[in-house]
């Protein structure tokens, strides 16, 4: 039987209880919500023969970047294909069952364009928006991300109860797309229709950082708690994007006790939380702060991740935790399990080879204070470090070192012009890191000149 759900898409499960945990599969994964897996449970013991219930599973387990998750993807991407077999699905069914196959063989771009054929016969799928965009954003496909939502956009009328989630898929691409005023319109426009939007809220707070409007960006992320108080571990993000807030207002001291009170109150292996915690200490440690022994706990998570080799992103903040807390071993590990993977063939290898080798070898040298080193490589892998993944606010951490590293290094014209490209990518806008560094950089020429 075939029934219809949230997004106006057939869906062949047979009674509305299933449906309707179905469609909190859907918010859920929509509005970042803790429930997700527990209304995807509730499907697959009411539909067993579900496939795209399974199919589902599968992605999400993707999604993770966890090594010891793909098997479970794997076994989630058999049985799917098996239940296809039995029942007959919908087009959109294959299609994800089909870009979970794409995935699991180290094709994320094709599982992607598969997705969008889904999407161009449903362009009101909420859910396989969802998708892509999401693997776009582990692909650093930032300009793949805003065409694909605008094409979706007039399928999403007043009328669809998901519009709010992907008008806020919108304002993060348009943020990422260095269209800020834009973002930021559409974002609070999503907010407005969907209150539990974390995502959208998310985006509006990265158009502050890279606009340096500090406490635009706290009042927004205060006064809409509903937003993301209740999701799953993205809160902890949320909570990040405080941090660098106050750290904007140069409230460092603040912003390391937002790090112990919340950002790490959980202390969890997930790599999105890891990411959160690394970058944090070492923006703080870059503006001279002792963060004491925190690296250690985080580096404890990173070198049972050495070997994982899921996303370029992950790795190279798994490598800031084991620098920060001084683990040569493990380091030394990751990079010739790098080396080793620079040599595979495929999407995700090439990541790995180029910028990832770079810059690895470069956030080695700067933890050994061989800047000058440090600074080359780092600079090598910026030019094409947006396909690692991830925002340019999370990124923004390797300019910070490059940056730094290029001072320390004395190679002040090179940079110079990496600051006036940061500059420039924040449409003008200076924040105070930007200034401090314009500010070192007079004072070093002024003394090599004397």
């Known amino acids: 039987m075939t029934l219809t759900d949230i997004c106006f898409c057939p869906v062949t499960l047979s009674t509305p209880a299933a449906l309707e945990d179905w469609n909190g599969v859907i918010l859920g994964l929509l509005s970042h919500g803790r429930q997700t897996p527990v209304h995807l449970g509730r499907v697959l013991d009411a539909a067993p023969d579900f496939a795209m219930g399974h199919a589902a599973r599968g992605m999400f387990c993707m999604m993770t970047g966890r090594a010891e998750m793909i098997p479970v993807a794997r076994d989630a991407y058999g049985t799917a294909r098996a239940m ?4 007959p699905i919908t087009p959109r069914e294959t299609g994800w069952i089909t870009a979970l196959g794409l995935w699991l063989e180290g094709k994320p771009t094709q599982a992607i364009a598969t ?37 979706l956009l007039p399928a999403h009328t007043e009328n669809h109860s998901c519009r ?31 209150a539990d939007d974390a995502w ?18 706290l009042t927004l992320i205060e006064q809409n708690t509903a937003a993301w108080e209740g999701s799953n571990n993205f809160r902890y993000h949320v909570w990040w994007h405080k941090a660098l807030l106050h750290m904007e207002r140069g409230e460092i001291d603040y912003a390391l006790g937002l790090y112990d009170a919340q950002i790490r109150a959980e202390k969890t292996d997930d790599y999105r939380d890891i ?21 250690q706990e985080l580096a404890d998570f990173s070198e049972n991740r050495v070997e994982d080799g899921c996303l370029v992103f992950a790795d190279l903040h798994y490598m800031l935790a084991l620098s920060g807390a001084d683990r040569g071993g493990a380091r030394a590990q990751m990079t010739a399990r790098f080396a080793r993977d620079a040599s595979k063939s495929g999407e995700m290898p090439a990541r790995v080879a180029t910028p990832g080798t770079e810059a690895l070898a470069g956030l080695n040298a700067f933890s050994e204070g061989r800047y000058d080193t440090a ?20 990124r923004d951490v390797f300019d910070r070192m490059t940056i730094d590293a290029g001072l320390r290094a004395g190679r002040y014209d090179a940079t110079s012009a990496i600051l006036k490209d940061r500059l420039k990518q924040r449409d003008g806008h200076m924040d ?11 004072t ?7």
């Open 275 to 295: 990411a959160n915690a690394t970058s944090l200490l070492m923006r703080l440690e870059l503006e001279g702060m002792d963060v004491g022994n925190r690296w």
């Open 115 to 151: 997705i969008e054929q889904v999407l161009t016969a449903l362009p009101q799928d909420t859910l396989s928006a969802k998708l892509s965009h999401g693997i776009r954003f582990l692909l650093g496909d930032g300009a793949g991300m805003l065409a694909s939502v605008e094409r």
């Open 84 to 87: 296809a077999e039995q029942t």
């Open 375 to 394: 600074f080359s490589n780092l600079a090598a892998a910026r030019a094409v470090l947006t396909t690692i993944g991830g925002s340019h606010a999370q």
């Open 432 to 442: 105070r890191f930007a200034a401090s560094r314009f500010e070192k950089l007079n």
């Open 200 to 217: 959208g809220l998310h985006a509006v707070a990265h158009v502050y950082d890279m606009t340096a409007q500090p406490d635009a960006g």
């Open 444 to 450: 070093a020429r002024g003394i090599a000149a004397q």
């Open 164 to 194: 709010g989630y992907l008008l806020g898929c919108h304002a993060f691409a348009l943020e990422e797309n260095g269209h800020y005023a834009a973002a930021e319109k559409a974002g609070r426009a999503g907010l407005e229709l969907t």
